[in-house]
């Protein structure tokens, strides 16, 4: 999601962004400082430029940090997450004509009324049990996402809900011993048909929902298939109890 992030804003070679890798990490906030933040001037970005000095660097990010305001995250992962989403607003705000006729509900999104939206299934699981805003809960919500590297999101709940999807389709049972997928990719891209014929903007963005919606009503029929299977083996065989009835006089 970071790589598709910086492939957005421009980025020369999101795909070789190593995130693990520090210095690599270091080069990466300087991009994102030099080509769309740009909180400093030129000459106040000497120290962020020093990455054959990692120590003196390390000083001028964490005075960096605090000039954006960010806030307290513990991962590299959550600190590049948070400054892509700030280079991102910035990058909005530049022209946010060119993306005022992209609404939520325009390509099926939640509508919001300026507050984040709550996942209330999240809410129901736990409800009465476990208190989803215990300091402790959260920590373990936060190293959760960092191993499974899911970007960080101020709503720990949110942030969950997204850990789910990642377990239910990489780690669950029947995903143990799915085969890969292998084959040319389907070019949805390339089709004659347009999707979203009053705004090409929309075009690309609703071809991957129409796809997902295929998706899912794929995942539905096999289930529907796989009950009236259950149905019909209940029905073709039935049981009798002799006792009930007699046969002859």
Sequence with gaps: MLKQKLAAL??????????????EFASTILWLEDQKIRLYTIE????LRNLQDMKLWEEAYLKYCSDL??????TQLEQLTWIIGHAIRLEYLDDPEQYGSIQAEDIGGPKRNGTATVPQKVQTIFDGKINVDDKEFIAAVRQLA??????????????????????????????KDRK??????????????????????????MRILRLLQIQNLRQLQTQINETIV?????????KTDTKLGKVGR
């Design 146 to 175: 960092t191993k499974l590297q899911v970007p960080h999101h101020p709503n720990h709940l949110l942030q969950l809900e997204a850990i789910s999807r990642i377990v239910h389709e990489r780690l669950s049972v029947t995903a």
């Design 10 to 23: 421009g980025h020369p070679s999101p795909n070789d962004v190593a995130l693990s890798n520090r210095k």
């Design 180 to 205: 890969p997928i292998t084959g040319t990719p389907f070019p949805f891209d390339k089709g004659n048909d347009v999707v979203a014929g009053t705004d090409p903007k929309l075009d690309y963005p």
């Design 44 to 47: 106040d970005r000497d120290k």
């Design 230 to 238: 259950a149905v019909q083996s209940l029905t073709a065989n039935p």
């Design 69 to 74: 305001s960010m806030p307290a995250l513990d």
